[in-house]
């Protein structure tokens, strides 16, 4: 069984969201999802099934999730807004 991980993202503005999965030691990209619009307090899903961007399997170690947003405000100036996310992965599960 392959483990996967969902993260669930709710902008609280309309924006444009990327994120990517990186390697937490050497910052190396993993994966890098989609661009995204999305309306004010709407619900995504990310989810990651632990397979680098050529479909192979990732080892365990610490991972981060990079999300970054931009949005406009009233007057008209892009502000982006970066989260991160440190997380474990293990490819067996606890006993």
């Not at 483990?3 to 030691?25: C, E, G, H």
């Not at 949005?71 to 992965?89: D, P, W």
Request: with cysteine.
């Amino acid at each position: 069984m392959t483990k996967a991980y969902t993260f669930v993202v709710s902008p609280s503005r309309n924006m444009q969201l990327q994120y990517w999965i990186l390697s937490y030691d050497t910052e190396k990209v993993i994966l890098a999802g989609p661009k995204l619009t999305k309306d004010e307090n709407e619900k995504h899903s990310i989810l990651w099934n632990c397979l680098d961007s050529k479909g192979k399997q990732v080892p365990e170690g610490k991972y981060v999730l990079k999300l970054e947003g931009i949005y406009r405000e009233r007057l008209g100036q892009s502000r982006s807004v970066t989260v991160s996310y440190v997380f474990n992965h293990k490819t067996n599960p606890i006993k």
